[in-house]
Structure formats: C-alpha cells, structure tokens
C-alpha cells in the first residue's frame, strides 16, 4: 500500500534504527537528476542546534518512511555524501530548487507557484517513493487566486530555468486535498499514456 505525503512534512523527521535509537534527522530531501523519484535525503544532527552532518542517506538503505520517523536497519545505512547528495548539501538542498518556481502549462498559461511537492511512498517491497506532484499556490487560471492546490505531474517532468512545464490537461486533474490525489495522478497518467 502507497501514501502520499509533503516533502514539507518530512523535514526534520527523525531517522531511527530498527533498535530505536535515533541518530540524525531529515535536513533536506535530494531529487533524482530526472526529478521523478527520491534520491535519498541529506542530515543534520539530532535537536534544535544540531548542524548538518557529513553522511547522508540513500533512499535505497531505507526501511520504511511513516509519519513519525525515517526508519533504517542500523547506523551502517549512513553513508558519506556523494554524487547528488553531496551537490545538494553544498547548494541548500535540492529540495529547494522547485519551491517559488512558477509552473506553466505546455500551452503557455501560468498555473501557479510551487509550495511543495508531493511524493508517494510505496511499500517496502516496492522501494520507490516517486515524485507526483506539487502544491501550488494557484494563480487565477485555476479556481481562485492564492488558494493552495495539488497538481498531478507525469512520469517526466520539462523544466526551463525558473519555470516547470506541465500538460494542460493537468488541470484537470487538480484536487484540493490529498484524500483523492492518488486517484488524480493515477488517472492523470493513464490520460497521458493512451494519448501517445
């Protein structure tokens, strides 16, 4: 079974072995190059004046993303930062690169701006926890000005500088909430699959 959650909401989470020892938390979360999946997450130390560390962590050495804490088999899933993890560590985090980018339809309208991004965590068998969308600060062309809304994303995803490239049809598939958000994407990208 797959949950969608805000990036937003798993800054900060702890990361805890399966023996319950807490030993780092979420600094930032680090996009695949294509920025469809998680690539891992870099660190900070545990508590409010804890600086950020020099491991990282994969999304490959985790062991389940729930509400309360990233969980690890034991302190040997930290590894040092390298490759996308360590480029994001030294630039603020990739996870910042998206927010306050403006998404455009590949029509050329104006949808918004991005507040966050929403990620599905599959189950463990499945290890993925894929990038679906954003939250977005909806511009008029949606259904009101400022009003926060949830934008399903395709597999792949254009980006140009400051701007993020969508379907038009994508607005079609906004929702206001993430109860049905799942069902959006899915359909959403059955939409696209069947129209090439």
């Given amino acids: ?68 804490a990233v969980m690890i088999a034991d302190e040997d899933a930290l590894g040092p930062l390298t490759g996308a993890l360590a480029h994001a560590s030294s630039r603020r985090g990739s996870g910042s690169d998206v927010l306050g980018a403006e998404v455009l339809t590949d029509t050329g309208t104006a ?3 991005v507040v966050d991004v929403i990620v599905e965590v599959g189950d463990p068998a ?8 954003y939250e977005i600060e909806s511009s008029q062309a949606l259904r009101g000005k400022g009003t926060k809304m949830l934008l ?4 792949t995803l254009a980006a140009s500088g400051e701007h993020l490239i969508v379907p038009a049809s ?4 906004v929702r206001d909430d993430l109860a049905g958000f799942g069902a959006a994407v899915a359909a959403f990208r059955t939409q696209l699959r069947g129209a090439s």
Wanted: contains cysteine.
């Fill in 1 to 68: 079974m797959s949950v969608l959650m805000r990036c937003s909401e798993i800054i900060a989470r702890p990361v805890v072995t399966m023996a319950g020892e807490a030993v780092a938390q979420v600094k930032d979360i680090v996009y695949a190059p294509t920025g469809g999946q998680v690539a891992g997450f870099t660190l900070a130390g545990r508590g409010p004046f804890s600086g950020p560390l020099d491991r990282g962590l994969v999304w490959g050495r985790v062991a389940a993303l729930g509400a309360d």
């Fill in 111 to 113: 949808l918004g701006a």
């Fill in 170 to 173: 994508a607005t079609g598939f």
């Fill in 126 to 133: 499945s290890g993925r926890c894929d990038v679906v969308g």
């Fill in 152 to 155: 399903p994303l395709p597999d």
